[in-house]
């Protein structure tokens, strides 16, 4: 059976791990389960050097900041002892570069998105220009691969940044829900709670969420926000609320358990999601599924995850009076809400990971039988 390598920052016991480390373990732990021998090349953190979960092969290298160097220097020895069939390079921030260090062997690109302007919202500005710079030496070093993209947006951005027309090498592959796990809960009581998931980091853009609750505080308080997660924006997070004066409104939850997050789901009235950009929205599609309808900023990757007006509702990003006057909406309306949980629900069971996971292996095959288009 095929040897794959994928190379991705985090492994999903990194404390740091997200969405990008969710869809790589349940698209690559179903085709390990086929017979597939997968090696997994990811940044050390705290975790054993190599370990096997889920019938992958776990191997860590390198340090949070540094993995990325640490793969052009051992990829081409990793690749001589294990005679992989094909290379996949997962791009969640710092390009790998494997078809530069690797030669003959073939590549396949799985990009969550590109970060492109919106990284200057993120870090400073030489961390910014870094990973901005990195981002433009992907047209020639994967000038000849072929590229698999959670959505539409991410598509376009990868076309746009390549300046030339490669819609042939580019497959959409959404990532899936676990239908049966995220679910409505008819003997839960929906609570008057305006829920937002997610790792805490300033590009997500949670402060929208906290100025909008600022403004619509002045109309009234029969509500409460949940923010669920972790991040590096954490604390910044928890004093504009105290500088706001929406403390004592707003819950934040920290780091919770699945179980917590799917009850928090069903208790909620909708969800809201703010960032700037992304691949999609993973988050946005597991409250649907659970009968929640969205508030969504009109961003790449979110509007590729909503239906405007059927699952929720868009705002212009940064649109802070917009935003609020949404959240009032779905507050004063449950017929509203209602309806869109149900159209929810059918538009969330329409994405598996099994249905995810057969595209990637179509897309392999397709990759291996095209060998001619190594990097």
């Known amino acids: 059976m095929l040897r794959l390598l994928l190379i991705n920052w985090r492994c999903p016991k990194n404390p740091l791990a997200g969405g990008a480390e969710v869809y790589a373990y349940e698209i690559f732990s179903r085709l390990a389960k086929k017979g597939y021998k997968i090696t997994y090349l990811a940044e050390r953190s705290h975790l054993p050097e190599e370990e096997v979960i889920g019938g992958i092969r776990f191997l860590r290298i390198g340090g949070k900041n540094t993995f990325n160097f640490s793969v052009y220097r051992t990829l081409p020895g990793i690749v001589a002892e294990n005679h992989f069939d094909l290379i996949i390079d997962d791009l969640n921030k710092i390009p790998f570069y494997s078809p530069y260090f690797v030669k003959d062997i073939p590549v396949l690109v799985v990009l969550m998105h590109l970060f492109r302007k919106a990284i200057f919202k993120e870090t400073s500005l030489l961390a910014g220009l870094y990973v901005y710079l990195t981002e433009n030496l992907i047209p020639y070093i994967y000038k000849n691969n072929f590229f698999a993209v959670l959505s539409e ?189 149900k159209e929810g629900r059918l538009w969330a069971e329409g994405f598996s990971w099994e249905k995810a996971s057969q595209e990637m292996e179509d897309l392999i095959q397709e990759v291996l039988r095209y060998g001619c288009l190594r990097g």
């Not at 609570?191 to 980091?201: V, Y």
């Not at 699945?258 to 597991?286: D, M």
Request: with cysteine.
């Open 153 to 341: 947006s991410t598509k376009r951005d990868l076309v746009n940044l390549f300046k030339r027309d490669i819609r042939t090498r580019i497959r959409v592959i959404p990532p899936g829900i676990d239908a049966q796990f995220y679910k409505p809960d008819p003997n839960q009581k929906r609570e008057r709670i305006i829920l937002h998931c997610g790792r805490l980091k300033r590009y997500k853009s949670t402060d929208h969420l906290l100025l909008a609750t600022k403004v619509l505080i002045k109309r009234r308080r029969d509500f409460r926000v949940v923010i669920v997660g972790d991040g590096d924006d954490l604390p910044r997070l928890k004093s504009l609320a105290r500088d706001l004066g929406v403390a004592d409104i707003v819950d934040f939850t920290g780091f919770i358990s699945e179980a917590e997050k799917l009850t928090l789901y069903q208790k909620a009235l909708f969800l809201v999601e703010n960032s700037i950009k992304e691949g999609w929205g993973l988050i946005v599609i597991e409250a649907n599924a659970c009968g929640t309808p969205v508030i969504s900023a009109c961003s790449p990757g979110l509007i590729d995850a909503v239906r405007e007006g059927k699952t929720g509702l868009f705002y212009d990003y940064g649109n802070i009076e917009e935003l609020a006057e949404k959240m009032n909406f779905l507050l004063d309306n449950d017929e509203v809400r209602d309806r869109m949980g």
